[in-house]
């Protein structure tokens, strides 16, 4: 193993020989605070003028690559250290955990299941209540005539979000169904459009063949489009007609 690093800014030279020679103080802060887990000694470094680190190999189960860092100061003249912190931090080749990730943030599409609740973010900035305009003139207007009472109601970022959202997705313009034919949804027979404003770019395919029952955008497009021609020498094999007239029809002896 290399011998150990020790990093010493310009200080009082006697200052930092006491911090550097407090290697068996540090040591035994560690045992006292975890027992037999100090590995080798990895060198000093140095925080300030009057504090430095030593750091040990720590022989921890489950903590492979960490280290044992214990805080030493001291003031000038002094005689000896004094042990500050006594911690245990990763090393260069840590095992660590992965970045801690908030539980609403992990949510991916296809996660729920049946059964599942999943509320709302807290001031989900797609919701508005349902007393406030959405904003998509049509729909307010048939909700005020109606007399519809839902509490909350997508606002319009909470729209364009959507719309953005599926006019990248599977049955956008630009993904590979869609770049591999010149029909788009806008003129197919079983293209559905939304209601409100969302429905000048989206509809519902109705083809249970193709996209049944999802979200298409009007400039998708599949080979199951209401106009694609069949493919030539369909069908039945064309033949003559058959006339039996020409037949000679006569009973057959007992």
Known sequence: MDAPTTFAPERPD??????AGAVEQARAAIAEVSGETVGDYLGVSYEDANAATHRFLAKVSGYQGW??????????GADHATISEVVLVPGPTALLAPEWVPWEDRIKPGDLGPGDLLAPTRDDPRLVPGYVASGDPQIDDVALELGLGRRQV???????????RWHDGDHGPQSAMARSTRRVCRDCAFYLPLAGSLGV???VCGNEVAADGQ?????YGCGAHSDTPAPPGSGSPLYEPFDDGILDVSEADD
């Open 14 to 19: 006697g200052l930092a020989a006491v911090l």
């Open 67 to 76: 280290q044992w860092a214990v805080v030493v100061a001291a003031h000038p």
């Open 154 to 164: 997508l606002s319009e970022w909470g729209r364009t979000d959507a719309a953005q």
């Open 201 to 203: 770019m989206f509809g």
């Open 215 to 219: 979200v298409v955008d009007s400039e």
